[in-house]
């Protein structure tokens, strides 16, 4: 389990210019290890000991309709940056990067991903949107060029400059508001295909959680006052799914 989190370090063997908060806890989703696949609910909650003083908070994607068509989204880690299919080799060598790694990725839509197939070695996901391995509380997504492999689990998958610019230009206000991107999905390993030209990998779906987000983020934060404004923690739950739940509730 992770014991601190270092906030904007960009290189692994750099020790000094990251800003590292002590985690105060963790909550797994509880039907983590429940489904048929490790990516099943593979997502969990870190709460730190205090926000942090140089970086702002990205904001979450609360809308299961958003994104409904293919879109280039980014991603970012630390995971191998070879392997799968690609390599030629049934259990794939690995080569670990030593600086951040950022790339574009593809979101597949549910209908799209569910009856993928690779037409070289027949692995087929589904026959239809019914008869399919592919979850709704999975995120699909692809680029062949720039796949997540093994070691990015846990890297988020986003959308810059989502929302409007920064209220204000100064380096205070920023640091007291979240950033335009949206987090929409958080990778899931790589699901035994990255680099595969045909199959969408599996990740998890920010949006589908929501409820459990609000409700175990909440719960957390309870005895603070740093829960986000748009979790509504002080009020009745948030009914509706906007993407930003800031705005007028």
Known sequence: DPTSAHIGQSKLDDDDSYEEIAVASIVRHP?????????????????????????????????????????????????????????????????????????????????????????????????????????????????????????????????????????SNSDSAKLQKPTNDVLLGVISGSSGYCGNPYLPLWNQRVSYHSGWILETGCSLLAKTSDSPSEWNCKKDPPTNNSVYLGSGM
């Open 31 to 167: 039907l983590f290890g429940t489904g048929d696949y490790t990516v099943d609910y593979d997502i969990m909650l870190v709460q730190l000991e205090s926000p942090s003083s140089t970086a702002a908070p990205i904001r979450l994607n609360f809308d299961d309709a958003y994104p409904s068509t293919s879109e280039t989204l980014e991603m970012i880690r630390f995971g191998s940056t070879i392997g799968g299919p690609a390599s030629g080799m049934e259990v794939p060598v690995t080569d670990f990067p030593n600086t951040l790694q950022k790339a574009p990725t593809t979101y597949v839509p549910f209908a799209e991903c569910a009856v993928a197939q690779d037409k070289d070695t027949g692995v087929v996901y589904g026959t239809s949107t019914t008869e399919t391995i592919v979850k709704d509380h999975w995120f699909c997504k692809t680029d062949p060029t720039t796949s997540s492999c093994f070691g990015d689990t846990g890297g988020p998958i986003f959308r810059s400059d989502f929302f409007v610019d920064y209220e």
